[in-house]
T-cell receptor, first 112, second 113 residues
Framework: KQEVTQIPAALSVPEGENLVLNCSFTDSAIYNLQWFRQDPGKGLTSLLLIQSSQREQTSGRLNASLDKSSGRSTLYIAASQPGDSATYLCAVWNSGNTPLVFGKGTRLSVIA | ETGVTQSPTHLIKTRGQQVTLRCSSQSGHNTVSWYQQALGQGPQFIFQYYREEENGRGNFPPRFSGLQFPNYSSELNVNALELDDSALYLC????????????FGPGTRLTVL
């Protein structure tokens, strides 16, 4: 059974700092991995999708990497801003149309 | 291209009641998945519908049921509500070809008193 763990559970950083969020999964035979952002009480916004054949994806100040063999992914946020404050969720799925398996998320606070 | 929409936004029910939540999938998507997110937790898969048929189910009791309509919109029904059913219910749609990501709606916040 696939399990996803995110560390740390919460993180508080000063504005402008670069930071890394971690995600690990137990079954390395994943199809894709996706990072989401969730604002309090809101739905999920997709940030980056990494297909199993890829090693990383970049969008603006965000960079996500994937190491399938070790069962790990990282989300790097450069030059953090107060508007980045949210919960970041990592999710994997094991084949084409199977459900996403989520971690519990990392709650990020960026202090001005 | 319209996004995924859900209704209602918020709902308050009492124990033992029944509730129906609704989801309209993104244009061109034939697959809808429902997730339950308790406070402080990641979303948990409830079930998925593909072209009006249930196509997978998570570890939820039978009082959680669903439907998908010919226009691919979907309903989640929960009978005999329990306090632990209080959560954010998320709907996600996808193209069903296995290559696409799932696009999430804003969710319905259900409170059971």
């Amino acid at each position: 059974k696939q399990e996803v763990t995110q560390i740390p559970a919460a993180l508080s950083v000063p504005e402008g700092e670069n930071l890394v969020l971690n995600c690990s999964f137990t079954d390395s035979a994943i199809y894709n991995l996706q990072w989401f952002r969730q604002d309090p009480g809101k739905g999920l916004t997709s940030l980056l999708l990494i297909q199993s054949s890829q090693r990383e994806q970049t969008s603006g100040r965000l960079n996500a990497s994937l190491d399938k063999s070790s069962g790990r992914s990282t989300l790097y946020i450069a030059a953090s801003q107060p508007g980045d404050s949210a919960t970041y969720l990592c999710a994997v799925w094991n084949s084409g149309n199977t459900p996403l398996v989520f971690g519990k998320g990392t709650r990020l606070s960026v202090i001005a | 291209e319209t996004g995924v929409t859900q209704s209602p936004t918020h709902l308050i029910k009492t124990r033992g009641q029944q509730v129906t939540l609704r989801c309209s999938s993104q244009s061109g998507h034939n697959t809808v998945s429902w997730y339950q997110q308790a406070l402080g937790q990641g979303p948990q898969f409830i079930f998925q519908y593909y072209r009006e048929e249930e196509n997978g189910r998570g570890n939820f009791p039978p009082r959680f049921s669903g439907l998908q309509f010919p226009n691919y919109s979907s309903e989640l029904n929960v009978n005999a509500l329990e306090l632990d059913d209080s959560a954010l219910y998320l709907c996600a749609s996808s193209s069903g070809d296995g290559t696409d990501t799932q696009y999430f709606g804003p969710g319905t916040r259900l409170t059971v008193l």
